[in-house]
């Protein structure tokens, strides 16, 4: 079964530094989404991403968030200047148009 | 707006026992809805899921759905549950805008099988 493929599986970072969690989707597939989920709390939506632009954004997707394709593979999720609070598992997801929304295995960021 | 509920966030259960973790929504357009389900530290794997047609459901591992438009329910069960399903299932739809598909979860179910 095709797999949508998250690095690094676990990241430590200092409260303020930049991290970019990296996702490459299954192959032809259109719509990338980023979710996050803080430890005991429900799955979140951040962003969803369409024919190279955002298609919709949480209120939580705010300016330290961005997100890009930068080669036509990978998937990014930036966080400019991370805060305790952003700890969290952060899960890519992609489909291929369909209703069916493949995730991968998640993120682990621990801010410090 | 939307919502999904998952009333229970703890199910205890016996290994060979039935269980039904239930989930209901509101929306005030038609949905598509969702079960997946998170391992202890892995990701989220789709269970199965309704999009139209027949409102009973099956997906992998012997779960079973049943869409109920009523009571806008969408109830998962299984006739008998071995250690190897616990986990944490979470309830998700998506609203049938015409726009992205994007899933609003619910707070989850723990289902914890015992000996």
């Known amino acids: 079964e095709p797999e949508v493929t998250q690095t690094p599986s676990h990241q430590v970072t200092q409260m303020g530094q930049e991290v970019i969690l990296r996702c490459v989707p299954i192959s032809n597939h259109l719509y990338f989404y980023w979710y996050r989920q803080i430890l005991g709390q429900k799955v979140e939506f951040l962003v969803s991403f369409y024919n190279n632009e955002i298609s919709e954004k949480s209120e939580i997707f705010d300016d330290q968030f961005s997100v890009e394709r930068p080669d036509g593979s990978n998937f990014t999720l930036k966080i400019r200047s991370t805060k305790l609070e952003d700890s969290a598992m952060y899960f890519c997801?992609?489909?291929?148009?369909?209703?069916?929304?493949?995730f991968g295995e998640g993120s682990w960021l621990t801010v410090v | 707006a939307q919502s999904v509920t998952q009333l229970d966030s703890q199910v205890p259960v016996f290994e060979e026992a039935p269980v039904e973790l239930r989930c209901n929504y509101s929306s005030s357009v038609s949905v598509y809805l969702f079960w997946y389900v998170q391992y202890p530290n892995q990701g989220l794997q789709l269970l199965l899921k309704?999009?139209?047609?027949?409102?009973l459901v099956k997906g992998i591992n012997g779960f079973e759905a049943e869409f109920n438009k009523s009571q806008t329910s969408f109830h998962l069960r299984k006739p008998s549950v071995h250690i190897s399903d616990t986990a944490e299932y979470f309830c998700?739809?998506?609203?049938?805008?015409?726009?992205?598909?994007?899933?609003?979860f619910g707070t989850g179910t723990q289902l914890k099988v015992e000996l």
């Open positions: 998700a739809v998506i609203l049938l805008t015409g726009g992205g598909n994007k899933l609003t």
């Open positions: 997801a992609t489909a291929g148009g369909g209703s069916t929304i493949y």
């Open positions: 309704y999009l139209s047609g027949s409102t």
